[in-house]
């Protein structure tokens, strides 16, 4: 019919609209845990020029926040109190401000907890605070930082970091003891911040991570500075269109590894199954692994050399 419409990309277009920069007045605790301490100066000091995220993204936030009001409200129905649901806090000595989800109120205790929604194989990747520290993603051992950061202000011991599972819909809720030596870490990161923003001065950038680099809203600030030294120019088009290529397929690659991952667990053991259009067969392996003792290996210890790429987008 001609009178069709795309109540998709509507929706998209509506939610690109509420996109903006945000001026940074302090250091948020939420991104405190961020390994890039160039990134955080640049959040305080270079916000008007930092390059947006798309209205897929957005919907992914808003979808995060839709998540935090659904737990909030399982909460309630399963009979626990919650109060001082995002309540502001502000550090003056060290420009520290954040809000937290909710306190939700234990016998006579009103403990700090955060809400966050994630992926399956998140979900199954977390077990204790020690998986959420040394996690291979950045943004997860992030959490770690916010809510010990709470901890701190708000003068608690301990408090809950509380995961949903957007598929299943599933909880998992981890209890975090405030790690003082830890918590130091965070404020002395917060104090060199501070720091270069009094001298007006920039800290060294991380090394170059393609997860986090290539998708950093600073990178036009940030990545001229490195891929102007010393560098080759080349006009190859049957290079430029393998590149083209690589970092179009890049993301679905990504994604690939991680349901690959999922799938693992769920199918392990099943030597025949059908589901839906697909058929899966498997069966058990045997490999035989030799443990050398150190002493005997090391008389047979070389040293070779390997080329590690990095492919970064400059635009």
Not at 195 to 207: N, V, Y
Not at 208 to 222: E, I, R, T
Not at 234 to 243: A, I, T
Not at 309 to 315: F, L, T
Request: negative net charge; proline residues 3%.
């Amino acid at each position: 019919m001609d009178n069709q419409i795309s109540i998709a990309d509507i929706i998209l277009t509506s939610k690109a609209r509420r996109i903006r920069r945000i001026p940074h007045k302090a250091n948020w605790a939420s991104q405190m845990g961020h390994p890039c301490l160039r990134y955080l100066v640049y959040e305080r000091t270079k916000w008007d020029e930092k390059k947006m995220h798309n209205s897929t993204l957005q919907s992914i936030f808003d979808l995060g926040n839709d998540f935090e009001q659904i737990v909030l409200r399982e909460l309630a129905e399963a009979g626990f109190q919650t109060i001082e649901q995002q309540r502001a806090f502000y550090w003056d000595k060290y420009e520290i401000s954040g809000h937290i989800d909710a306190k939700i109120i234990l016998g006579d205790r009103a403990i700090p907890i955060e809400i966050k929604s994630c992926s399956p194989y998140v979900f199954d990747s977390i077990s204790d605070v020690s998986s959420i520290r040394y996690h291979k993603y950045d943004y997860l051992r992030g959490y770690l930082a916010q809510i010990t950061l709470y901890m701190l202000l708000d003068g608690k011991d301990q408090a809950i970091l509380l995961f949903k599972n957007k598929v299943s819909g599933l909880l998992k809720d981890i209890w975090v003891n405030l790690d003082y030596e830890f918590g130091e870490s965070i404020i002395q990161k917060a104090e060199i911040i501070n720091q270069h923003i009094k001298d007006g001065t920039l800290p060294d950038g991380m090394d170059y991570d393609s997860n986090q680099c290539d998708n950093c809203g600073y990178v036009h600030l940030c990545l001229p500075e490195v891929i102007g030294r010393g560098v080759d120019i080349s006009s190859d088009e049957e290079l430029m269109g393998m590149l083209a290529r690589y970092w179009e397929l890049k993301p679905i690659h990504k994604e690939y590894e991680d349901i690959d991952k999922q799938l693992k667990p769920i199918l392990e053991g099943k030597e025949k199954l059908l589901c839906g259009e697909f058929y899966i067969d498997g069966k058990w392996i045997k490999r035989t692994d030799y443990d050398v003792p150190a002493e005997v290996r090391e008389p047979y210890r070389t040293e070779k050399y390997y080329w590690r790429k990095q492919i970064r987008k400059a635009e």
